[in-house]
């Protein structure tokens, strides 16, 4: 890194397919990115959750706003994380978490990672931007 390449850390709160948020923010990462800085981590928070949910159906015309964060993190090797707590309280489960709680599957997108809080602050330690997406 070098001493004009700043990391950022995103942070999105709203719900997509609601809210234009999930959106913005991966737009900003892409220009992000594309301007030669890095993303240290996108955190999502409180309805962000659904970002990550892998049963997201829309219609054909419409976004997919999950494939398109799964397709750019896998692309640029982004760390993804969805706040567990957040995720849990609103049914996002990953296979460990749904095992846990007694329910028959998951429905967590495998890009995405389930984390506390705590990796997000340590992400924001690290970053010298953190930017907030929500409604």
Request: glycine share 6%; aromatic share 12%.
């Amino acid at each position: 890194m070098n001493k004009q390449q700043k990391k950022f850390v995103l942070l999105v709160g709203a719900a997509p397919y609601t809210n234009q948020a999930a959106d913005s923010a991966l737009e900003f990462a892409k220009a992000v990115i594309q301007a030669g800085h890095l993303i240290e981590q996108v955190f999502f928070y409180f309805d962000g959750v659904y970002v990550a949910t892998a049963y997201a159906s829309p219609e054909q015309s419409e976004r997919k706003i999950t494939k398109a964060w799964s397709a750019f993190a896998r692309q640029y090797k982004l760390e993804l994380v969805v706040c567990s707590n957040s995720a849990l309280k609103r049914g996002i489960l990953d296979q460990t978490h749904a095992q846990k709680v007694g329910q028959s599957g998951c429905n967590f997108d495998t890009t995405f990672t389930l984390a506390g809080l705590g990796q997000f602050v340590e992400a924001t330690t690290k970053a010298d931007r953190l930017i907030t997406f929500s409604a």
